[in-house]
């Protein structure tokens, strides 16, 4: 059993704009988080996205200040046996991330507190 789509839930926020491009509405659907998954995967399984492209996507010093090593030194992400996924690739994507984090308006330093937050529950996990 693989999950390719391990970060399938969260919030899907549709914004709509009126003909001069200002914003006239919007609409948000609400998904259960799977909560288990982040201490837990079945075999064959990975665990959220953002965790594989966080710790293989950033650079060496953002990898040094969250005191980050690789996907098999981390428990939430090595248990299961599947730390790739044909297809998936977690440095594109974790650029792309980042990039839509800036598209929504966080700056630097709120870029830096999320990515702690994610940094933060991997290294709980080896606690």
Do not use: W
């Not at 009126?18 to 659907?29: C, E, P, Q, T, Y």
């Not at 839509?100 to 080896?126: P, R, Y």
């Amino acid at each position: 059993l693989r999950n390719n789509n391990s970060s399938r839930f969260g919030k899907f926020t549709q914004i709509h704009f009126n003909d001069r491009f200002l914003v006239s509405g919007a609409s948000i659907v609400t998904y259960l988080l799977e909560r288990s998954r982040v201490v837990s995967q079945s075999a064959g399984e990975r665990n959220y996205h953002i965790f594989y492209q966080l710790v293989t996507g950033c650079d060496a010093d953002l990898k040094a200040k969250l005191k980050l090593g690789s996907v098999e030194s981390f428990y939430y992400l090595n248990q299961s046996g599947c730390t790739t996924v044909p297809g998936i690739d977690d440095i594109k994507d974790y650029k792309k991330m980042r990039k839509a984090m800036v598209v929504v308006g966080l700056d630097e330093e709120e870029q830096f507190t999320v990515l702690k937050l994610v940094a933060a529950i991997l290294h709980l996990g080896n606690v």
